[in-house]
């Protein structure tokens, strides 16, 4: 309880919330320029929070985190483009919503459902970490091993279209997370007898490499050949274009549901935003009262796919904390800042950086606030940004990509591993196969071989032994349910996909 | 700020410094540090190498009158600053901050460009408090008991977090005839959690042990170190043990091969210095590093002997 206090404290002083307004910003203006997305922004941000104290620096990446996915609407309302690849869901109400003179609705309804969730979101976190953390240590191998199993088949199933391209995205992503030294022998994987590769396949360069730099080829492709969406402008003096008290009350059991769906996506590792918003759009949608025309502009579609989007990334933290299980792409990275400033997630985080931790929760709710006042001061300044030209875009975040992967380590060598992902990650979108499972499938990779093989070791390959772990037990048993699932119903499934 | 030396200074510089290339140089040393020296860390920002690695450097900006600039370069266990350093110049200015192992055991133990013939040994600042651990409910006095435990049992887990460990639990296996099946983690901190959980009867930890130790939460069994750790004056080592290993893993600074000797001895004076200046002092305590300052010869020669001492063991482990 002191430490809460304490914790919360720190995450209102003036030079944190400065660091957060600073995140929030910036988040906001990555959102809105399209190509640049979260788990890319976040990556490249990493080194200039070398510099900060682990509360500020935390609090900085977190403003970026979450304004970047409110962000992200505009340009799906806006010019019909998301800004980010959970985005697209919003495009399909929010584009008609402004080309019928509604887009200030849309942006505000946005606005609202993304603080509404990210607020829910944060709250389930403060909520369940703490005592998720005091049951973990109970949490062995196996039962590791068992959820994150459960995980993997969510994502293998849902990533996208087609469940084998999924499998084959993210088992790409398991390979490549083998490359380094073995876990249990410390023989070299892999590496060609470079010595940079001993610590396998270095997060930032790839994660910046698929994600961004891999955007900018797509976007440098598109400007040569096909001509940009008609662009809408939000007029604020519009007749009949306000979000008032009747607006908000039909969308506000959206706005609830969405959030309760996206923090029980972001609670399983791996599943993440996308997945959150195509679920709760799909709910929305079969929920639709008469008279509601979802894809014809419907605000609640709006609401449902901005409402889960930003409940999934404070809800993804708590296998984080709890656990140290990175549940998103975002997480990974953001485990990779706090272990920068010699902080380990997991679950003696509570005992020995409590002050921290609350910290860290006291600077996501500030973030919240930030976000709806920026978000509303700023709504309209920054649907001008999606007017600046793909020229001028591409080459800067191309530049960011280079400077950011050679912080990191300070070697061209993760330079030239940035680069070969961003090809990578180029002829992945080009022929149709998730970049983001490929992404979960490496960050979960190393984990998950781990838990395997410590079962393996502890229960001396006795597979009758699961029956003194009646939890990882149930795990699996939910695991093979849902796998057969999955299987037998095929065609449900990538109708949630489609849908796009 | 510095004049940046263009290429055309640099040429004439170098055609006038061909001539006179003797006399000039011997009094460029005499100046030396004439311009900032560069330490670049072995392991990533914020962790125990790297933070004593920023306060030793601290003070031995004050002493040389230079600044002393701090990067990092982590990877492969610092084997790739290491790997390097054996390419810049032994001038003096380009050092590495790492842990001893990465050039008395990683050399032994993976292929590498380097050996430990490739360094001039500068300092070696606090030593990690290696140490056995294990759930102080198993009612175990040390690792005698433990190890008693694992050859009733025949087969004993244990948490291990590099392939140190499982040469050093190799050998303690053999000698009293039980198997330690080492379980791979990650960190210090994981092996800790797991023994904490109870998922694995015993745990080696090169530091991460030390709140839960303090606190009562986990038992230290015994230390790997020559000598006991002030922190827990009861905690016996394994030579005492009667098990004749031991290992030692200290902060390490090093430079190419070949420094000038004098600006070798000026190097020598700084870090002994910086290694009894009350903030380093205070530092290691809060790390938990044992206070172990050495330089020069005497350090060049602890590295060698520990290097053959591994070398052994690995025979041994076999």
């Not at chain 1, 796919?305 to 998103?328: M, Q, R």
């Not at chain 1, 953001?334 to 380990?344: D, F, K, M, P």
Request: glycine share 10%; net charge neutral; with cysteine.
């Amino acid at each position: 309880m002191h430490d809460a206090l304490l914790g919360l404290t720190d995450a209102l002083t003036p030079t944190t919330v400065a660091f957060i307004f600073m995140g929030v910003l910036l988040g906001y203006v990555i959102g809105v320029l399209p190509g640049l997305n979260r788990p890319a922004a976040l990556a490249i941000a990493i080194p200039i929070s070398y510099y900060l104290t682990p509360l500020t620096a935390v609090g900085f990446l977190i403003g970026i985190a979450k304004a970047s996915g409110a962000g992200g609407a505009t340009t799906a309302i806006l010019i019909n483009t998301p800004g980010e690849p959970n985005a697209a869901v919003t495009c399909l109400d929010g584009y008609p919503l402004a080309r019928a003179g509604r887009a200030k609705q849309a942006l505000q309804t946005a606005l609202y459902g993304s603080v509404i969730g990210d607020v829910i979101g944060t709250l389930a976190l403060i909520l369940l970490a703490r005592p998720l953390a005091s049951l973990a240590l109970g949490i062995g191998p196996l039962e590791m091993s068992a959820v994150m199993l459960l995980a993997l088949t969510f994502i293998a199933a849902l990533a996208g279209h087609s469940l084998f391209r999924g499998l084959a995205a993210g088992m790409l992503g398991v390979l490549m997370s083998t490359v380094g030294l073995d876990v249990e022998s410390g023989s070299p994987r892999l590496i060609f007898d470079q010595v940079e590769l001993m610590d396998g396949v270095p997060l930032l360069a790839v994660t910046v490499g698929m994600l961004a730099l891999a955007e900018m080829i797509i976007q440098a492709e598109e400007v040569f050949g096909k001509k940009p969406e008609e662009s809408v402008t939000a007029d604020t003096d519009a007749k009949g274009d306000r979000f008032g008290w009747p607006e908000f009350r039909h969308v506000l059991p959206t706005f609830l549901q969405s959030s309760a769906i996206g923090t029980a996506i972001g609670l399983l590792p791996g599943l993440g935003p996308t997945v959150a918003s195509f679920a709760s759009y799909a709910l929305a949608k079969r929920m639709a009262k008469p008279g509601e025309k979802f894809g014809q502009g419907e605000l609640k579609g709006v609401a449902a796919a901005e409402t889960a989007d930003n409940a999934v990334v404070p809800a993804s933290f708590i296998p984080l904390f709890a656990l140290g299980l990175p549940g998103s792409v975002s997480a990974a990275i953001l485990i990779a800042a706090l272990t920068i400033h010699g902080v380990t997630p997991g679950p003696r985080l509570f005992e020995e950086q409590g002050r921290l931790v609350y910290g860290i929760f006291g600077a996501m709710l500030v973030a919240a606030v930030l976000m709806l006042v920026v978000g509303r001061i700023g709504l309209v300044a920054f649907a001008q940004l999606t007017k600046v030209p793909a020229t001028i875009i591409i080459p800067f975040v191309t530049m960011l990509c280079l400077i950011g992967s050679y912080l990191e380590s300070h070697s061209v060598f993760a330079v030239g591993v940035m680069v070969l992902f961003g090809l990578v990650g180029y002829l992945m979108h080009r022929f149709d196969y998730s970049r983001v499972t490929f992404l979960i499938g490496f960050v979960i990779g190393p984990q998950f071989e781990l838990s395997v093989r410590q079962s393996l070791i502890i229960t001396n390959g006795d597979v009758t032994s699961l029956i003194h772990h009646p939890v990882a037990l149930a795990l699996l048993v939910a695991a093979l349910v849902a796998a057969v699932f999955f299987v037998r119903t095929p065609r449900r499934v990538q109708a949630v996909g489609e849908s796009a | 700020m510095s004049v940046r030396p263009t290429r055309r200074s640099v040429l004439l510089a170098s055609v006038l410094s061909a001539g006179l290339a003797l006399p000039l140089t011997s009094t460029a040393w005499a100046e030396w540090p004439e311009k900032p020296i560069t330490v670049t860390v072995g392991f990533g920002a914020g962790g125990t190498t790297d933070i004593a690695a920023r306060a030793v450097a601290d003070v031995v900006s004050r002493k040389l009158g230079q600044p002393v600039v701090v990067e990092n370069k982590p990877g492969a266990g610092g084997a790739v600053a290491a790997t390097a350093l054996t390419k810049m110049p032994a001038d003096g200015y380009n050092l590495v901050a790492t842990t001893s192992t990465t050039i008395t055991l990683d050399p032994q133990m993976t292929k590498l460009a380097f050996t430990p013939e490739d360094f001039t040994y500068v300092a070696a600042v606090g030593q990690f408090p290696e140490a056995f651990i294990a759930l102080p409910s198993k009612g175990w006095k040390n690792l005698s008991d433990a190890l008693a435990a694992a050859k009733a049992a025949g087969r004993m887990n244990y948490a291990s977090s590099t392939s140190l460990d499982r040469m050093v639990t190799a050998v303690l296996g053999k000698k009293v005839g039980a198997q330690l099946v080492p379980v791979p983690t990650r960190s210090g901190a994981e092996v800790v959690t797991q023994v904490m959980g109870g998922h694995v009867d015993l745990g080696y930890s090169s530091g991460a042990y030390f709140p839960q130790a303090k606190a009562g939460e986990v038992a230290v069994m015994a230390v790997l170190g020559e000598k006991r750790l002030a922190a827990f004056p009861n905690v016996p080592t394994l030579k005492e043990l009667g098990y004749g290993i031991s290992s030692v893993n200290l902060i390490l600074f090093v430079a190419p091969k070949g420094v000038p000797a004098d600006v070798a001895e000026k190097l020598y004076a700084a870090f002994a210095a910086a290694g009894t200046d009350p903030s380093v002092v205070a530092l290691m305590e809060k790390r938990a590093l044992a206070n172990v300052v050495e330089t020069g010869a005497t350090l060049a020669k602890t590295i060698h002997s520990q290097s053959a001492d591994f070398a052994r063991l690995i025979e041994e482990a076999k």
